[in-house]
């Protein structure tokens, strides 16, 4: 393991004792955290130097009362200031102090008692930190830049937040119901893992479990414990969409299915940061299918699927772009049920919605196009299509965008123009969109061919066409007229 910081640990305070000095803002929001983990809150400070947010703190009531929720802590208020006989028995000990003299009083007397401490926004005094926290307890994430760089530490906190639905905590909850009945019933390895993967993807819903889910629970285990399940109720495939290439752009239900993955079989469109999101243990193969180069048989990656999700593995297919927009999942699908393998999709954004957000543009301008069509660029013979409505293509009303079509640009071009398209008529071009080696271009449909050259053939090419692209094709005519303007000025 490389250097770390800090060491992240998880410390209970439940009934115990915390000391704290200090009535401000920083004591209240210390002061919350340290209650809401059940902490005895001894608060010294006088009266006077109470600020509204503590004041909101000491009025709710203790764990005594009848209006109290018992599994949170206590604070009570001593009228006075701290002094160095209050760190008896202390777990922690907090303080929020104007001063750096009397912050490091304070430490220097919590150190002498054994307590570790913490001063407020004095990190020179700190035996450890608040990182920011997400609470799903009993699921808890710690987020800790040491001090450094807090607004980050509040940035990944937001992004872990919309990874875990609020529900998980009752989920959590339940896993500590069901635990002993999983450990006692099923045995170690294949069985006891394809539980708690199940309850791990039910998890991650918005909805709460109630009864029904525990008897559901628990009515699996006794279904696994019976015996070891046969290869095609234990195998599963899901075809996974992962977008243009960006892993930011990955659903959360792509990730998801990434880290539950025993195989997963990826095109090479797929990029690195993607495969990063991806479970460590799962083992890859790359079945990616390009033109011009050695590629892998469709009939083969559909062995493949079928073979590992009859061996009981969870096999991902993980596609670039949308799985429903010329990736083949059709064939896929129907291997699979002939098999009879469960089968699930997860959509993903098509490359040409990433070629809309590339150029800054809506394919379905209200005013430019009241159609979009997506259109393939090759068939099965490597050329396009033979029964293309290429009248119907040519309307200026329409978006189109071309999947694949880079090598196919010039007969495109001539094959709108001849059934009526305006050779003026805008179009933008595109290679690895979203990735860092993106290229792109615009002009117009009579120097198509010309464009998608200089991007180049051999690459991943998406060709859109139509009057939504007008302001980047000529936005692109003044990046050339100057050009040239400097050209002949030198």
Same mark, same amino acid.
């Given at each position: ?43 010294? #400070? ?12 000491? @009025? ?19 009228? %006075? ?5 209050? *760190? +008896? ?19 220097? @007397? ?19 930190? *608040? ?63 394809? *539980? ?32 070891? =399940? ?8 899901? $075809? ?9 752009? $990955? ?17 090479? $469109? ?6 990063? =999101? ?5 083992? %890859? ?50 291997? $699979? ?13 098509? @490359? ?21 069509? *997506? ?8 050329? =396009? ?6 009248? @119907? ?22 094959? =709108? ?21 993106? #290229? ?41 007229? +100057? ?8």
């Amino acid at each position: 393991m490389g250097p770390l910081a800090s060491l992240p640990v998880f410390f209970g305070l439940s009934g115990r004792r915390v000391v704290m000095a200090g009535g401000g803002p920083g004591a209240a929001w210390k002061a919350e955290l340290l209650r809401a983990a059940g902490a005895r809150i001894d608060l010294y #400070t006088p009266a006077d130097e109470i600020d509204p947010e503590m004041a909101e703190l000491l @009025a709710i009531p203790d764990s005594n009362s009848d209006e109290a929720d018992a599994s949170v802590g206590t604070i009570v208020h001593h009228d %006075r200031p701290w002094s160095i006989d209050i *760190f +008896d028995h202390a777990a922690l000990a907090v303080a929020d102090t104007e001063s750096a003299q009397e912050g490091q009083a304070f430490a220097c @007397a919590a150190r002498a008692a054994g307590v570790p401490v913490n001063v407020v926004d004095k990190p020179a005094f700190c035996d450890f930190n *608040f990182g920011s926290i997400v609470n799903r307890s009993p699921v808890v994430v710690g987020i800790s830049t040491d001090g450094a760089a807090p607004i980050v530490g509040q940035a990944i906190r937001r992004r872990i937040e919309t990874l875990l639905p609020p529900a998980l905590a009752g989920w959590a909850q339940l896993a500590a119901r069901l635990r002993g009945a999983a450990m006692e019933k099923l045995a170690p390895g294949p069985l006891r893992r394809a *539980f708690w993967e199940r309850f791990a993807d039910a998890a991650f819903t918005p909805r709460d479990p109630g009864p029904i889910d525990e008897a559901t629970a628990n009515r699996l285990i006794e279904e696994l414990a019976r015996g070891p =399940l046969s290869g095609e109720a234990a195998g599963r495939v899901t $075809l996974v969409g992962a977008g243009p290439g960006e892993a930011e752009l $990955l659903t959360l239900k792509a990730v998801r299915a990434l880290q539950s993955a025993d195989v997963i079989l990826f095109d090479d $469109l797929i990029s690195d940061a993607v495969l990063e =999101l991806a479970r460590r243990e799962a083992r %890859r193969f790359l079945v990616g299918k390009r033109a011009a180069r050695d590629s892998c048989r469709q009939e083969d990656i559909n062995r493949m699927m079928v073979a590992f999700a009859k061996a009981g593995k969870h096999v991902v297919r993980l596609k670039s772009g949308d799985v429903s927009v010329f990736g083949r999942a059709g064939e896929e699908i129907a291997a $699979l049920a002939q098999e009879n393998i469960p089968v699930a999709i997860v959509p993903g954004i098509t @490359a040409a919605s990433a070629l809309a957000a590339s150029f800054g543009v809506s394919l379905t301008h209200r005013d430019r196009a009241q159609q979009l069509r *997506f259109v393939t660029g090759h068939s099965r013979k490597g050329g =396009l299509p033979d029964d293309l409505d290429w009248a @119907a293509l040519a309307d200026d009303h329409v978006t189109t965008v071309f999947y694949m079509g880079g090598r196919m640009a010039g007969r495109i071009a001539e094959q =709108l123009i001849a059934h009526g398209l305006s050779p003026q008529t805008p179009v933008a071009v595109a290679a690895n969109l979203s990735r860092d080696d993106e #290229t792109r271009g615009a002009g117009t449909l009579a120097g198509l061919a010309a464009l998608v050259g200089e991007i180049g053939y051999e690459r991943p090419i998406l060709i859109g066409v139509g009057r939504v692209f007008a302001e980047a094709a000529a936005a692109a005519e003044h990046l050339t007229e +100057d050009a040239v303007a400097v050209a002949e000025a030198s």
